[in-house]
Structure formats: C-alpha cells, structure tokens
C-alpha cells in the first residue's frame, strides 16, 4: 500500500505560479499511476492531470490544458504539478492519487490511493 503526501500549497495572487509535490511512501513508486484532484468549496471533487508510470503519457482537464504541467520523478518517488497563470477558479484543495490498475481520471473512483490534500488559494 502506498502513502501520500502532498504539499507546495498556499496563497498566490491571480497570474502567479505554484508548484505542488506528492510525496510516495514505499520501494514500488514507479509501478504506480499518478494523478492530481481537486475539489473547490461547495462543488464535486474533479479531475486535473494524471502521467502513467513511466511518464511517457500524461492527460489533462481541459481547464488547466496549457497552464499545468504534470510530471515525476521516480528516483525520488514524486510526482509534481507545476500550475502557471493561476485564477481565482483555480482555488481548491489538491489531491494526488495513485492506482496500480489504471491512469487515475475518474473522481469518483474508489480504487485509487488517496493523499490529504493541500490548500490551493488564488486572490485576485
């Protein structure tokens, strides 16, 4: 089973740049699929980026296409996302998720290892 730790969050102004890390517990990073989540206050939880194990592939909400960028490194057992040009819509709290089955894409699945969330605030 495999932990997750996220963090980088915090307040930025509109325009601004942050850059999230998710930290994985165990020997078997690389065999796992990783994605980013996000869920704003009073809305669903909702799907932001996702890379396959090998990095070779990686997916993106239409919301954020061109602004994040995905990646990891599996000799430090990370996956990031670098989010440029943020807005006040990007404010939320961040998930990163893991499977082992499948590229994590579906916010309501219950298969997938979940971290605890860091805080994403974007002012105005």
């Known amino acids: 089973q495999v932990q997750l730790v996220e963090s980088g969050g915090g307040l930025v102004q509109a325009g601004g740049s942050l850059r999230l890390s998710c930290a994985a517990s165990?020997?078997?990073?690389?065999?796992?699929?990783m994605g980013w989540f996000r869920q704003a206050p009073g809305k669903e939880r909702e799907f932001v980026a996702a890379?396959?194990?090998?990095?070779?592939?990686?997916y993106y909400a239409d919301s954020v296409k061109g602004r994040f960028t995905i990646s990891r490194d599996n000799a430090k057992s990370t996956v990031y996302l670098q989010m440029n040009s943020l807005t006040p819509e990007d404010t939320a709290v961040y998930y990163c998720?893991?499977?082992?089955?499948?590229?994590?894409?579906?916010?309501?699945?219950?298969?997938?290892?979940w971290g605890q969330g860091t805080q994403v605030t974007v002012s105005s």
């Open positions: 165990g020997p078997t990073f690389s065999s796992y699929h």
């Open positions: 998720a893991a499977s082992r089955t499948q590229v994590p894409t579906s916010s309501r699945s219950s298969r997938y290892y």
């Open positions: 890379i396959n194990w090998s990095g070779g592939n990686t």
